[in-house]
């Protein structure tokens, strides 16, 4: 809520970008009339109210402040209520119910030697899962756990006494319905009552207190507050044609992969030491393990936390396992089994492609990839071999180097009276279509010239689509067209100074790219595509 200093009213490109904006990051703005009265002046709509949740709003509206100011004050209620959680029952391990000594003992009289008896690494994997696992059905056996509430991290040692007290006055009242033992169970109840509220309300405001507005908005989240969590996929869509949309890959023809290998095998290498996998130290391992935080259980039914308990006791074993994949180079195939979670791209998909994949991998996959990663990365750093401007994968680097890259670019060619011309493309689901033998991913290009020379500059550019288009097809992937998008970027004083009419239009195989306000809207009005300054 506030005065954005942009008029809704006037619908001109200012309050455009700002609609354009809010329903981008999934905001809406609720209807308002004029809010500001300036003597002499048009009203205008200038104080607004931004909602994430419409259908959580009671009432909003506005008043005027006539005797104090020219702007309506504003107001909004809105329903906070965290929703009452459905009752659902779930398997899970009794893991609270644990003799860690009794468990830790049991592991180390446990018999691991069929692991290393074992003649492949599929083997040795398969008698690890099953010991680890019967190890656990002893000590944390799967229970059916029924689920009501959502947490409540309020509840002290002494609330839950007083919960207790409450209960066991209710028990006696039911036995002896006395006026005595009514009034003892109305004061116990009473008591619990305004403490727990007072406890919860005590809670909510020391953690709303000083934390940045994500840390509010994870905590909130977690009391149920915001959008509630829906079924992922709508009972419309057939679960097993999904996941055959999810494991299907393109066809890459086989002539073009085979004369793609050809022409990579013929472009000269720099001359290093060939990369050989070291063995794996159980320390490494150990390491490895402990710095992967997440506890979700893979297709094999282990997770960090069946790990952790009695690493001292099982990491020789997991280590020779891992040194054995390494050896053999073969990557167990029930660690390649994973649990796929599928993830509206969109608040109502239509169709199959608007899901995202997320899977969930054996938590003992992770630990070699990690570790071979790590190997494999030190060996591409040391050796100089990686492209300077990639920023995925790499220590250090992530989409925000790669951005303020792009970000310092930009503005070092506005203060030399440059625009930039920026285009950036979307590979059609690149992870899922890549080619292992030839392995490469997503980019965007961009060039700087002065206004005169606009028209130059983006001929250059449709020149490098026209190589990547031959480079994407020679790879096996595929550039998204609809997704690729084009920005030309200024200072207002550069902007004003384009002829954008006049400009030649991008093409990318055949199809004509926008220019774009922003990352994610061309800008169209009617069937006429249309410039913006973006700054």
């Known amino acids: 809520m506030g005065d954005f200093n942009t008029c809704l009213l006037k619908q001109d490109h200012r309050s455009m970008s700002l609609e354009s904006l809010v329903t981008a990051s999934g905001l809406t703005i609720l209807p308002l009339k004029a809010t500001h ?9 200038l104080d607004l109210i931004i909602v994430s949740s419409p259908s959580y709003v009671i009432s909003h509206g506005q008043c005027s402040a006539d005797a104090f100011s020219y702007h309506d004050l504003i107001f909004l209620s809105y329903n906070i ?40 690494v599929d083997e040795k994997v398969y008698v690890f899962n099953t010991a680890l696992l019967r190890l656990y059905d002893l000590h944390a056996p799967m229970r059916r756990v029924r689920i009501k509430h959502l947490p409540a991290p309020w509840l002290t040692d002494d609330i839950k006494k007083l919960i207790h007290k409450k ?37 909510i405001h020391e953690s709303v207190e000083k934390d ?41 023809d086989k002539i073009t992969k085979s004369n793609t290998l050809k022409d990579l095998s013929s472009i000269p290498t720099p001359l290093h030491p060939n990369f050989i996998l070291s063995p794996l130290s159980e320390c490494d391992v150990k390491i490895a393990i402990k710095s992967i935080s997440s506890n979700a259980v893979g297709s094999d039914g282990i997770s960090r936390g069946m790990i952790v308990p009695i690493l001292d006791v099982i990491n020789p074993i997991i280590t020779h396992i891992l040194n054995s994949s390494i050896a053999s180079c073969i990557f167990p195939v029930a660690w390649k089994e994973a649990h796929v979670i599928p993830l509206p791209k969109k608040p109502n998909p239509s169709s199959f492609s608007e899901f995202r994949p997320i899977s ?92 005169d020379a606009l028209n130059i500059a983006i001929n250059k550019i449709n020149s490098d689509l026209d190589h990547i288009l031959r480079w994407s097809k020679k790879f096996g992937l595929a550039v998204n067209p609809q997704k690729t998008q084009l920005i030309i970027v200024g200072s207002p004083r550069m902007n004003a100074k384009v002829n954008w009419s006049s400009l030649p239009q991008v093409l990318f195989d055949g199809t004509h790219i926008p220019v774009s306000d922003t990352a994610g809207r061309p800008l169209v009005r009617g069937d006429k595509t249309t410039h913006s300054q973006v700054v």
């Open 37 to 45: 009265y300036f003597p002499n002046s048009t009203p205008s709509l």
């Open 81 to 120: 209520r965290p929703p009452k959680a459905k009752t659902k029952v779930i398997l899970q391990r009794n893991f609270g119910g644990i003799n860690l000594a009794a468990l830790v003992k049991d592991a180390q009289e446990s018999d691991w030697s069929g692991v290393f008896k074992a003649a492949t």
């Open 167 to 203: 209960s066991m006055a209710k028990t006696k009242y039911k036995l002896k319905p006395s006026d005595e033992n009514k009034q003892a169970f109305i004061r116990a109840r009473n008591r619990c009552n305004r403490v727990c509220r007072d406890a919860q309300r005590r809670y």
């Open 212 to 252: 940045n507005p994500s840390k509010v908005w994870k905590f909130l989240k977690s009391l149920g507050v915001g959008k509630s969590v829906q079924n992922p996929v709508p009972n419309n869509f057939d679960i097993d044609s999904l996941n055959q949309h999810f494991t299907s890959t393109k066809y890459f």
């Open 360 to 451: 969930i991998l054996p938590f003992l996959s992770k630990v070699l990839e990690r570790l071979v990663h790590k190997q494999f990365s030190t060996f591409l750093s040391q050796n100089s071999l990686m492209n300077p401007f990639q920023s995925g994968f790499r220590p250090g680097h992530s989409t925000v180097t790669a951005l303020v890259k792009i970000t310092d670019d930009i503005r070092h060619g506005m203060e030399n009276g440059l625009l930039t011309i920026l285009s950036l493309l979307d590979f059609s689901s690149a992870f899922n279509n890549v080619d292992y033998d030839l392995l490469l991913d997503d980019l965007q290009i961009y060039t700087q010239s002065e206004t």
